[in-house]
């Protein structure tokens, strides 16, 4: 078994107004950097079609009404200030979530022993009800049901690195006693959600909120002084990971410090964990990172962990 790069072209068809900093250029840089000959071993897979079975596992239908309804015929429109559609938006969502299907049933079936899903929009700010943040449907709390509902996964945890609080994925998933969701992000900051307070109906969410300036130390001492050893009591059949990369040093919408080094000490730790667990079993699927030349290298870095505890 090997390490799986889900992707489609359909994902770069999503527009942006121009200088929104979600753009076409953030997945050009991701999948010219997994095009290197170090990743000559890494294996290639188009991602299908995501449907409305698959999004009602996390989204009332009502919901994707709304994503529907709103696609433009030309020009972009604004959901809110923040995320915006294109005619082709809906079509690259679908894309996003067909990627985080496909690669969990790719890595529970034993086809892959992990999974990195290079797709756009992003999905870990969308709620119930609610595009918001860049991300239309909930890509990584999809990802979870389906797991669970579909592929015999008992209990999954979910990591999100990502520098914003994941708080779609926390509010789709408040309410699954058998989802554990783990975040680590930049507090305050947007979207406001995620203090250590919130613990969901269940006391599967652990928020663990990081300072501006937070460095290795208090990276480090948060994973492995709560957040793994919560991750291994749990004991999870499959760990999810909400890979946002925008908690480098470089990234224009935040303040953390963390380094290319950092992600990879990340990776390694949260193999680790899925080693002792779940037979190594992780989807990563990415979501924030803006400062292309970081996200590249984040990406490349943290792919190329993967590959090299999977192979």
Same mark, same amino acid.
């Given at each position: 078994?090997?390490?799986?790069?889900?992707?489609?072209?359909?994902?770069?068809?999503?527009?942006?107004?121009?200088?929104?900093?979600?753009?076409?250029?953030?997945?050009?840089?991701?999948?010219?950097?997994?095009?290197?000959?170090?990743?000559?071993?890494?294996?290639?897979?188009?991602?299908?079609?995501?449907?409305?079975?698959?999004?009602?596992?996390?989204?009332?239908?009502?919901?994707?009404?709304?994503?529907?309804?709103? =696609?433009?015929?030309?020009? =972009? *429109?604004?959901?809110?200030?923040?995320?915006?559609?294109?005619?082709?938006?809906?079509?690259?969502?679908?894309?996003?979530?067909?990627?985080?299907?496909?690669?969990?049933?790719?890595?529970?079936?034993?086809?892959?022993?992990?999974?990195?899903?290079?797709?756009?929009?992003?999905?870990?700010?969308?709620?119930?009800?609610?595009?918001?943040?860049?991300?239309?449907?909930?890509?990584?709390?999809?990802?979870?049901?389906?797991?669970?509902?579909?592929?015999?996964?008992?209990?999954?945890?979910?990591?999100?690195?990502?520098?914003?609080?994941?708080?779609?994925?926390?509010?789709?998933?408040?309410?699954?006693?058998?989802?554990?969701?783990?975040?680590?992000?930049?507090?305050?900051?947007?979207?406001?959600?995620?203090?250590?307070?919130? =613990?969901?109906?269940?006391?599967?969410?652990?928020?663990?909120?990081?300072?501006?300036?937070?460095? =290795?130390?208090?990276?480090?001492?948060?994973?492995?002084?709560?957040?793994?050893?919560?991750?291994?009591?749990?004991?999870?059949?499959?760990?999810?990971?909400?890979?946002?990369?925008?908690?480098?040093?470089?990234?224009?919408?935040?303040?953390?410090? @963390?380094?290319?080094?950092?992600?990879? @000490?990340?990776?390694?730790?949260?193999?680790?964990?899925?080693?002792?667990?779940?037979?190594?079993?992780? *989807?990563?699927?990415?979501?924030?990172?803006?400062?292309?030349?970081?996200?590249?290298?984040?990406?490349?870095?943290?792919?190329?962990?993967?590959?090299?505890?999977?192979?």
């Amino acid at each position: 078994m090997s390490t799986v790069f889900i992707t489609h072209t359909d994902c770069l068809s999503h527009i942006t107004p121009p200088g929104h900093p979600e753009q076409v250029a953030r997945l050009e840089h991701v999948q010219q950097a997994l095009n290197a000959p170090e990743f000559a071993d890494l294996l290639g897979e188009d991602a299908p079609l995501g449907n409305d079975n698959d999004i009602l596992l996390a989204h009332p239908a009502a919901h994707i009404k709304r994503v529907r309804d709103a =696609t433009p015929t030309d020009g =972009t *429109v604004s959901l809110d200030p923040d995320t915006h559609m294109s005619p082709d938006s809906l079509t690259a969502a679908l894309r996003a979530v067909g990627a985080n299907i496909r690669a969990v049933d790719m890595v529970m079936n034993g086809q892959a022993h992990n999974a990195f899903c290079g797709i756009r929009p992003p999905g870990h700010h969308a709620e119930q009800e609610k595009p918001m943040g860049f991300c239309l449907f909930g890509n990584i709390a999809i990802a979870a049901k389906h797991a669970l509902e579909n592929c015999g996964a008992r209990r999954v945890a979910i990591v999100d690195f990502d520098v914003h609080h994941g708080n779609g994925t926390q509010a789709l998933l408040w309410d699954e006693s058998r989802a554990l969701f783990c975040s680590s992000h930049q507090m305050p900051l947007y979207p406001g959600s995620g203090a250590a307070s919130e =613990t969901g109906a269940f006391n599967t969410v652990l928020n663990y909120p990081l300072p501006e300036g937070c460095t =290795t130390a208090t990276l480090q001492a948060a994973y492995d002084g709560e957040i793994f050893p919560a991750i291994e009591a749990f004991n999870p059949d499959l760990i999810l990971v909400s890979a946002g990369f925008d908690a480098h040093r470089a990234d224009p919408l935040a303040g953390l410090m @963390w380094e290319v080094e950092d992600f990879i @000490w990340l990776t390694n730790r949260i193999c680790d964990v899925a080693d002792k667990v779940c037979e190594g079993r992780i *989807v990563s699927t990415l979501e924030g990172g803006y400062d292309l030349d970081a996200l590249a290298a984040s990406v490349a870095a943290h792919v190329k962990v993967l590959m090299e505890r999977g192979g």
